[in-house]
């Protein structure tokens, strides 16, 4: 019975996750659809585990673990766009700094 609910969760997850895309309402390469079918997809391969249906439990593991990559490639893509905005935003301040003339050593400290 838990297992059922729990594989319900996961196919009502996916299927909306797929239709918000498809009506445009949801980016497929956004971090909260990705996370929605990684969910979906783990919730039911547990349903499909508790059935002995394999074939189902590998192709939803297999699909949790695209989601998973997907995942970590946005968040490596996230964080290299911080860090790239952080680095322009202090050559910045830098460059306004030096334009007043302080010396090398006090526009570190004014940043």
């Known amino acids: 019975m838990v297992a059922t609910s729990v594989g319900w969760v996961g196919a009502v997850g996916t299927v909306t996750a797929y239709a918000l895309v498809s009506r445009r309402r949801l980016d497929a390469n ?53 860090a790239e905005r952080w680095r322009a935003l202090r050559a910045r301040r830098t460059s306004v700094h030096s334009t007043r003339g302080l010396p090398d050593d006090e526009v570190l400290l004014a940043a």
């Open 30 to 82: 956004s971090m909260r659809f990705q996370t929605i079918n990684v969910m979906g997809a783990g919730l039911l391969a547990v349903s499909a585990m508790s059935a002995s249906n394999w074939p189902s439990m590998v192709s939803n593991l297999v699909w949790a673990a695209v989601g998973v990559h997907a995942l970590v490639q946005a968040r490596h893509a996230l964080r290299a766009a911080v």
